[in-house]
């Protein structure tokens, strides 16, 4: 990364973490601002939702508009809308009202995903996919741990619910507007596209990537990683809650949780080149269910920090693997549209998923999630193993 042609990854990478860690400031807090407005299990969930349904709608649309105008104005897009959204949810005091501006939430997180994913996949040459999308899930990884432990301590606690949110989301805001700083100060960002490029990326179809060996099961396993993570963020506040554990110590989890994932992506280079890429991922994904079954019965917070840490290493591979394979099977004027349609299943598990769990939570208690998320990764196993192998990945 010391190369002159590496100064936009730097400086994406700055700015990922920062944008990642105000987003994971305000994910938990929102459920905290929920539950203080009365919101119960059902309705935590529905807001969860809620903040993958409008995205679901513009995500293969969001590939075009990557295509046609370029990364940085979607990458400035989400994170001046992260200021905003800090500063309003510091003054929602109404359940309606937190769930509408958790939907904008949700828009401005994908615009800023698929630009900063989209400028890995173009401008990093084929030879350097795999490590550059390695630090680029490293930065991520980052911002999701420190997000949710400094908003914890900023936040403070009050029992099992914190002393002031408000002053949780302020600090959002400031992470979003720091996060601009290193796209401004880069002379390495900056990248013009010509005609023919932004007329490509209009006539793209979707169902033309889709064809593409190997996207749809990387599309399945990304979903069920991605919606697994998004759960467990805005349900352990509520296990939390269920088990006399303090705000303080879920967001401490959380960004244990968060730290395993990075370890298991720095070393992701090693584990690949030893076992392959799909058994690398079949294997971790596999044993992230056994985990996810066995954090039923994680009654403290030691047990449940021990099984969240190696659920956290676990899923953090295969948000890497399946970027890459993504990434690697389109050429590159499809590459925007194949990082947007893979957003779209995400989306679509986040918005599906928490629902489900919310269902769960109402009559069986917040635990019961912890089997729901491990059935959805096991069948993400199966397609998986049953799909793909080190030459089709």
Sequence with gaps: MGDRSQRWLRALLVNVALAQASIYVMRPMITYRALENGASGYEIGLIASIYALVPLLVAVPMGRWVGRIGEIPLLLAGCLSFIALGIAFAFLNNVIAIAAATSIAGVAHLSNVAASQAMVANRSPMELQDQNFGYFSFATSLGHSVGPALGGVIAGAAGVLPRSSTS?????????????????LSKGVKQIKS????????????????????????????????????????????????????????????????ATAMISRFLLGRLVKSYGSARTMNHSIFLSAVF??????????????????????????????????????TP??????AISIRLFGNRMGQFLVPLAAGALAAPFGASS?????????????????????????
């Design 168 to 184: 949780a989301f302020v600090f959002a805001s400031i992470l979003a507007l720091l996060a601009l700083v290193p796209i401004f």
């Design 195 to 258: 005609q023919q490029e932004r007329d490509a990326a209009g006539a793209m179809r979707a169902r033309d990537v889709l064809r593409r060996p190997g996207i749809k099961p990387a599309i399945w396993t990304s979903l069920s990683v991605a919606a697994a993570n998004d759960v467990l963020v805005v349900i352990l506040p509520l296990v939390g809650t269920e088990k006399g554990i303090s705000p303080v110590v879920i967001g401490v989890i959380l960004s244990i949780r968060s």
């Design 292 to 329: 996810l079954f066995a954090s039923i019965y994680a009654n403290s917070s030691l047990t449940l920090g021990l099984s969240m840490a190696i659920v956290g290493f676990l899923l953090g591979i295969g948000q890497p693997l399946t970027m890459s394979i993504v990434s690697k099977k």
């Design 332 to 337: 590159a004027q499809e590459r925007a549209m």
């Design 369 to 393: 999630v912890f089997m729901g998320l491990g059935v959805l990764v096991a069948s993400a196993g199966v397609i998986s193993a049953a799909t793909l192998d080190d030459e089709t990945a």
